[in-house]
Each structure stands twice: as C-alpha cells, then as structure tokens.
C-alpha cells in the first residue's frame, strides 16, 4: 500500500515562510502526478501546486504564484512546498497528493499536515 507522509506543517505569522515535505513510501516516478492540495475549515480541497512526475509540467493556483514553489528530489521520493510570503488566508490544512495510472486509476493521499498563518 502506498503511502504519502507529509510534514513541515506549523504556525507562523503573515510575511513568513515554510517549506512542507512529503515522502512516499515508493519510487515517485510510479506516479504521473504528485502535488499539494488544502482545505480550509469551512471550504473545499483545493488545487495548490500540481507537477507532472516525467514531464515536469506545474500548475499553481492563481492564489499562491510567485509564492509558492513545487519541488522534488528524486533519490529522496520526496516532494516540497516552499510557501513564502505567507498569508492568513493560506491558513488550512495541506495534503500530499499523488496518482498512478498504472494497472488502472488510483489516487493517495496523505495525512495532512497544519499550516496556520496569523496576521
């Protein structure tokens, strides 16, 4: 079973920065997209930063460009948010998020991890 550990998730004020991790416990080019989701209380998950794993294609949410930066480290099986310039309204819990196509469809997700910005 694949799992997504994510962690980096923390309080910080407005203007700050952090830098989220997510580790899979399999090679990550076994998945065709990997990428970071949030959910604020209250509101849908939402898209924040997708990548395609052999393409390295990115798409960010209009919300967090120029903020925000997707990255990977292939020997890790690891993924990274680098969030600055934070704001309150990035506040929300982040999940890890990947998908394989291979022997079919199937998505995974992490535990999700805090991320609280106060102004």
């Known amino acids: 079973q694949v799992q997504l550990v994510e962690s980096g998730g923390d309080s910080v004020q407005a203007g700050g920065s952090l830098r989220l991790s997510c580790t899979a416990s399999?090679?990550?080019?076994?998945?065709?997209?990997m990428g970071w989701y949030r959910q604020a209380p209250g509101k849908q998950r939402e898209s924040v930063a997708t990548a395609t794993i052999g393409s390295s294609i990115i798409n960010y949410a209009d919300s967090v460009k120029g903020r925000f930066t997707i990255s990977r480290d292939n020997a890790k099986n690891t993924i990274y948010l680098q969030m600055n310039s934070l704001k309150p309204e990035d506040t929300a819990v982040y999940y890890c998020?990947?998908?394989?196509?291979?022997?079919?469809?199937?998505?995974?997700w992490g535990q999700g991890t805090q991320v609280t910005v106060s102004s």
């Open positions: 399999t090679n990550i080019f076994s998945f065709a997209i």
């Open positions: 998020y990947a998908r394989t196509y291979r022997s079919g469809s199937a998505d995974y």
